[in-house]
């Protein structure tokens, strides 16, 4: 082989190591994602994280919350956004979830099906915009709280997406991305989907007599 040819394979082979062992590097010394989220915050404008650097000129004070961390973490998604919330009725945030539909992000929804046809629950909105939306079919409640973005982070805690929870409840949310804790979420959601699947419905049940 011409040597020539050898040291140019050689520097090649060189490059790749030095980049892998870079990547390595990199992704150990990464800081990993922990955030704890409390609430009730106070009424403030949200425009700055659904549209940052626009100009708003609303009355309410323009001040950061712990809402508005929560939701640009979920601005954060790319390519996925699965939301499994007992109920929902927050237009900010469901102004979030619709403004990342439009962006080409896979939303998907799981909620109860009782609280879904509740006054200001913001499921119709969603459903008529085209995002992915499905319910439990059985007398226990779907009372899970939590959020994954892009499958790599999971949102969790005892919030509901209700204003009332957002401004008057005491809530919290925790947020990491933990492969173990996020794989698990995951599982869930996934079997969820797949358990609420409107094709397996039963919709004429027997009744015992």
């Not at 082989?1 to 062992?21: N, Q, R, T, Y």
């Not at 599982?187 to 004429?204: C, V």
């Amino acid at each position: 082989m011409d040597s020539a040819l050898c040291w140019k394979l050689l520097c090649v082979a060189a490059v790749s190591v030095s980049l892998e062992g870079l990547f390595r590097y990199w992704w150990k010394r990464r800081k990993s994602v922990k955030e704890v989220l409390f609430f009730p915050v106070s009424l403030s404008c949200t425009e700055g994280v659904l549209n940052p650097g626009v100009p708003c000129l609303c009355p309410l004070p323009h001040t950061d919350s712990d809402l508005h961390r929560l939701m640009r973490r979920l601005m954060e998604a790319r390519r996925s956004l699965e939301l499994c919330i007992f109920t929902f009725s927050s237009p900010p945030l469901a102004r979030a979830v619709l403004l990342l539909h439009s962006r080409g992000v896979r939303v998907r929804v799981i909620t109860d099906s009782d609280y879904m046809a509740t006054v200001g629950s913001q499921i119709g909105a969603l459903r008529k915009a085209g995002v992915e939306v499905r319910h439990n079919q059985s007398s226990g409640l779907m009372h899970h709280k939590f959020v994954l973005i892009d499958k790599t982070l999971v949102i969790t805690g005892s919030m509901n997406w209700t204003m009332q929870a957002i401004q008057t409840n005491k809530e919290n949310l925790l947020i990491t991305d933990d492969k173990v804790l996020v794989s698990a979420y995951v599982k869930e959601f996934e079997e969820l989907w797949n358990e609420y699947d409107p094709a397996t419905y039963d919709f004429f049940p027997e009744t015992d007599k």
